[in-house]
């Protein structure tokens, strides 16, 4: 079992930035990747990014690329999403979430434990 906190949600203007922090207790050492998601109104829940708990291999939807970067401290168990030139379309609910198996990185089926959620809002 793991559990997943998030914490850094917030508004901000378009161009802004925001910083998501999620916090791993539990099985720790059972986490081969983590991911942030997120979920914007009307639409399905998408990938924004993911990174290896152990090598510095990181995945980027197209639509973040060049402005978000996701960050990982093994010896604090957290993965934060630093978010920049923020948009009024990267207004979602944003999840943590890790795979403790190893299947993939990029689809929500690979992940098996869940964070709340955190509300971020861009305004134009």
């Known amino acids: 079992q793991v559990e997943l906190v998030e914490s850094g949600d917030g508004s901000a203007q378009a161009g802004g930035s925001l910083r998501l922090s999620c916090a791993a207790s539990g099985r720790t050492g059972s986490i081969y990747n983590a991911g942030w998601f997120r979920r914007a109104p009307g639409k399905a829940r998408e990938s924004v990014a993911a990174i290896n708990w152990k090598f510095d291999y990181m995945w980027y939807t197209d639509s973040v690329k060049g402005r978000f970067a996701i960050s990982r401290d093994n010896a604090k168990n957290t993965v934060d999403l630093q978010m920049n030139s923020l948009k009024p379309d990267d207004t979602a609910i944003y999840y943590c979430?890790?795979?403790?198996?190893?299947?993939?990185?990029?689809?929500?089926?690979?992940?098996?434990?869940w964070g709340q959620g955190t509300h971020v809002t861009v305004s134009s």
């Open positions: 979430a890790v795979d403790t198996t190893g299947r993939g990185v990029l689809s929500p089926v690979d992940y098996d434990y």
